[in-house]
């Protein structure tokens, strides 16, 4: 892999294999700039999920080099990876909000996890729910809402504490096409605001509603680079 | 789209943790498991604190204590001897106190086994002359010695016993009971360690997903112990005041019947504010001991996850 200056994240030659299985991922290298909008595509199974665990540091790869923000964080002390999580903004595929926390509650996690004070965090949080069309819902636990507004809670939660990458697994799953771009409207507003968005999904179809966006494919574990996404300088090409 | 608000990064304080677990206080088995240890541990301790009491007032009030009998048949006799020692024990040096028992006392305290003797003095069974000495310091095997000696010449049908070697099978087995509270102290405080490991492992895995989310958001190890210590260190604090209470309480109502027995030995064993201070001070001990336990399982916990 050649180039890397300037990037938020780089990864060289990484592998992942869990236990004694094969690997899912193989040689993965790639570098993302700030301020890019990455589309991760591939099949069912094909290694999304955990090329984007690697990413949001909820695992080590198996072998390779991993940077993000200018460190290695495959060495970098287990106690300095928070710091470096609280930099990423991450959709989880199912959710994952806390079930027993209201979606103003959920939203409001990390900005409680950074350690901003209570006075400071109901107007932002407020603000991003009526951000997302939940406003009204905002004491409601995430039992009592439907999958499209928990999705929209656990974006809003990802997006609250203005992370530099934003990783999205699936984000528009769950939802009808009209919120989907409406949602995909709020990645790229959020990028252009400067955060580096990675968007997993296997629907091609979304992968024209962002002119600007570059496309990594994942192919049973290897990666394929469609636009360019790859190569230094990116180029910005529209996904076709 | 307006920017949200910018925020600190890597601020140590983590507020409102104690929203992030819900909590189920005094509905949930924690606090009651807890008050029972902590009853049990100030009942234990009481005990070992009133026997350590006894033991050192009893220990005070007979270390210079020393018996004189004077074991001689005729009555005339004996009653010359027991005037010579008497004599010769207050003209030494450290002597504090010589005391002879009168005769009526030494009849009343055998009354309940030998009767009313109520004979002439030379028909009645023979009691030895009693006298009661007090020395200035502990009676140790030399100052007898010597005072043996002294007596030897003059009242040679004197006896000498220090008190303490009466009582020293009473302090040795009531220095085991207190080893043995002491025990069941450090036993007690093992098991409620034991049930604190086992909550705060039950509540790491009912709350796994929260855990992982707040883990995967940038929460530190320190920050989701912290969440734990404050939800058991609570549990901890509201079983200790029950706990204290009922101990207290149990305390309390055995110190009163044990003060009604009127004994001298026994009243030695009363507790005095310091020992309710140290009573006091357990349920303390119980939550910081919960809290760090907490602690411990939960970064133990943390550690196997990235």
């Known amino acids: 892999m050649s180039g890397g200056e300037g990037s938020i994240v780089q990864f060289d030659n990484v592998g992942l294999r869990y236990g004694t299985e094969r690997e899912v991922l193989s040689d993965i290298s790639f570098t993302l700039y700030p301020g890019s909008f990455y589309f991760l595509t591939g099949a069912s199974g094909a290694g999304k999920t955990s090329l984007l665990r690697l990413l949001y540091l909820a695992q080590r790869p198996s072998r390779g080099i991993i940077r993000m923000f200018g460190t290695d964080v495959i060495t970098v002390p287990r106690g300095r990876l928070p710091a470096f999580r609280r930099r990423i903004g991450v959709v989880f595929q199912d959710f994952r909000l806390v079930s027993h926390l209201s979606a103003l509650d959920n939203v409001a996690l990390p900005l409680r996890v950074s350690g901003v004070p209570e006075s400071e965090i109901r107007k932002p949080v407020a603000d991003m729910l009526e951000w997302v069309g939940l406003d009204q819902r905002a004491d409601a636990r995430p039992a009592t809402l439907s999958g499209g507004e928990q999705q929209r809670v656990a974006i809003a939660r990802a997006v609250i504490a203005r992370p530099e990458i934003l990783v999205a697994d699936e984000p528009t799953g769950n939802v009808d096409p009209d919120m989907a771009l409406k949602l995909l409207r709020l990645f790229e507003a959020l990028n252009r605001l400067g955060t580096t968005v990675v968007v997993a999904t296997h629907d091609v179809h979304l992968l024209k509603k962002v002119p600007d966006s570059l496309i990594m494919r994942l192919d049973r574990g290897r990666l394929s680079d469609p636009t360019g996404a790859l190569r230094y300088p990116p180029r910005r090409e529209a996904a076709s | ?306």
């Open chain 2, 1 to 306: 789209m307006t920017a949200p608000s910018p925020i600190r990064r890597n601020a140590p304080r983590f507020g409102s943790a104690d929203r992030l677990v819900p909590h189920a206080r005094l509905a949930g088995p924690m606090p009651w498991v807890i008050a029972i240890m902590i009853a049990l541990t100030v009942i234990a301790a009481s005990a070992g604190l009133a026997l350590r009491n006894l033991s050192a007032n009893a220990a005070a009030e007979i270390a210079g204590g020393l018996t004189v009998q004077i074991v001689e048949g005729a009555p005339a006799e004996r009653e010359r001897q027991a005037e010579v020692a008497v004599a010769l024990l207050s003209n030494r040096e450290e002597v504090a106190e010589v005391r002879r028992v009168p005769d009526a006392e030494l009849d009343a305290l055998l009354e309940p086994w030998l009767g009313q003797q109520g004979v002439a003095e030379e028909d009645a069974i023979p009691i030895p002359a009693l006298i009661d000495v007090r020395l200035a310091g502990p009676v140790t095997p030399r100052r007898l010695e010597e005072l043996r000696a002294s007596l030897a010449a003059s009242a040679p049908a004197a006896r000498l016993d220090a008190q303490a070697r009466w009582l020293e099978p009473v302090l040795g087995a009531v220095a085991s009971l207190e080893w043995l509270a002491a025990g069941l102290i450090v036993l007690l405080a093992a098991t409620s360690a034991a049930a604190v490991w086992l909550a705060a492992r039950s509540a790491l895995g009912s709350n796994r997903e929260t855990i992982e989310i707040i883990h995967l958001l940038g929460g530190t190890d320190a920050q989701i112990a912290r969440i734990f210590q404050r939800s058991i260190g609570l549990d901890a604090a509201l079983g200790g005041i029950v706990g204290l209470a009922l101990g207290g309480a149990a305390v309390w109502l055995l110190g009163r019947q044990f003060a009604g027995l009127g004994s001298g030995m026994v009243a030695g064993g009363g507790l005095g504010p310091v020992d309710w201070a140290l009573l006091a001070a357990i349920p303390v001990a119980g939550v910081l001991l919960a809290i760090l336990t907490a602690r411990l399982t939960v970064l133990a916990a943390l550690r196997r996850i990235l």
